[in-house]
Nanobody, 124 residues
């Protein structure tokens, strides 16, 4: 049974930082690209960024470029989302997802497995 479990969410003030983790089990982690998405109340789920299977390629949504960074540790079956300079507009439930493609896609339909999400709230 595949499981993706996010952790590290919480409440932070504007300008603060959080680091989310996504622990994977039940799959061969190194053979999956990993993506991070978020969904704010009343809005559609949006792509935040992704990382390729080996970790050599990352790309990000324009709204987070330069502030967020994605990494992965294939030995520990874990992906990370480092979020810096947070603003209230970053408030959302954050999800990690696994895709059997080599490169991470920005399209949710290209992902095979999803975590349950973790809440990030940025206060002004």
């Amino acid at each position: 049974q595949v499981q993706l479990v996010e952790s590290g969410g919480g409440l932070v003030q504007t300008g603060g930082s959080l680091r989310l983790s996504c622990a994977a089990s039940g799959l061969t982690f190194r053979t999956y690209a990993m993506g991070w998405f978020r969904q704010a109340p009343g809005k559609e789920r949006e792509f935040v960024g992704g990382i390729s299977r080996a970790g050599g390629d990352t790309h990000y949504a324009e709204s987070v470029k330069g502030r967020f960074a994605i990494s992965r540790d294939n030995a520990k079956n874990t992906a990370f989302l480092q979020m810096n300079t947070l603003t209230p507009e970053d408030t959302a439930v954050y999800y990690c997802a696994a895709s059997d493609r080599y490169f991470a896609s920005s399209q949710p339909l290209n992902y095979n497995y999803w975590g349950q999400g973790t809440q990030v709230t940025v206060s002004s």
